[in-house]
């Protein structure tokens, strides 16, 4: 298949592009500069260099089988990434044929969920999420294309992310937790993830929603803990009030902080099955692959 990726250098889309070039697919990827570009075309990837704000890259993505969508603007959120949207609709329509369009969005959509959740509970997202509904919306309801939605749990595995900052403040010695550390998070492991895609392009008769969660319900303590097991020197952990934590963090904080129960049904109905179930019990794997990825 020949697929279009937006953001094939960040921790969601280079996860997606290796598992995708492994599977033999032709990948074009949009980024944000050239020497995002030159370490593209050094795999052999086709690059496009454009602003997700902007239109400029349309032309460039139409005419493909799939399009993927998972780069996101820090620094410009929901409006980057309504015009990105909006681009890609219009390439997709210009293909014809209904291309499917993957569309990158978060557990945290969901809310707190203390009783198991799936693609079909009511949202109540956290504040931090809050403008993502309405994108799930704009793409469930676009014309011309096949859509769907992924909903990543918190993504673990390399040295980036949430957890990735976790396991470089253990190895710093201090570990800042915020709340009491009792709330569980929904997370995923990165090749999991990736290989996920890669069946939501591949697989025939699929659109709507699907969650991606290894269904660990691991609590921030459990993993706190898994740590403390295996770093040479035990950390220091802080208990951080959530007012201090939102002081520093803003909506962030309740996030990090947030209860979630999160299940999925449907990728599993594909035949998907996470190869890591947990993150405490893969801890020394983690933490090999962390000190792996400072040496890059």
């Keep these: 298949m020949r697929i279009f990726l937006t953001g094939p250098t960040g921790y969601i889309g280079g996860a997606v592009l290796d598992a995708l070039m ?16 030159r370490r593209l075309k050094k795999r052999g990837v086709e690059a496009v260099v454009g602003n997700l704000a902007d239109s400029g890259w349309r032309d460039a993505a139409v005419g493909f ?25 219009s390439a997709a329509q210009s293909t014809g044929g209904h291309p499917r369009l993957v569309y990158t969005s978060f557990v945290w959509v969901l809310g707190a969920t203390s009783a198991p959740a799936d693609e079909r509970t009511t949202l109540s997202p956290a504040a931090h999420s809050a403008w993502r509904p309405a994108h799930e919306q704009l793409v469930l309801r676009a014309t011309g294309l096949t859509p769907v939605v992924v909903r990543p749990g918190i993504v673990y595995g390399g040295t980036r992310g949430i957890v990735g900052d976790l396991l470089r403040d253990a190895v710093n010695g201090l570990i800042r937790v915020i709340g009491d550390g009792r709330n569980r998070w929904a997370t995923i492991y990165d090749r999991d993830l990736a290989d996920l895609y890669v069946r939501l392009v591949t697989a025939p008769d699929v659109s709507g929603t699907y969650h991606a969660t290894d269904e660990a319900d691991e609590s921030v303590l459990d993993i706190v803990e898994a740590l403390s097991r295996n770093t040479t020197h035990k950390p220091d952990v802080r208990l951080m009030p959530i007012d201090e934590a939102r002081a520093k963090l803003g909506t962030f904080a309740d996030a990090l902080a947030m209860d979630q ?7 599993r109905a594909l035949g998907w099955m996470p190869s890591l179930r947990s993150i405490g019990g893969n801890m020394p794997r983690l933490l090999e692959e962390w000190r792996n990825g400072q040496k890059d």
């Design 22 to 37: 492994r599977a033999g697919h032709s990948v074009t990827g949009l980024v944000r500069d050239q020497p995002r570009a």
């Design 261 to 267: 129960v999160v299940r999925s049904p449907r990728a």
């Design 65 to 89: 089988d799939a399009l993927i969508h998972t780069a996101l603007d820090s620094q410009r959120g929901a409006q980057a990434d309504a015009k990105a949207l909006e681009t890609l609709f």
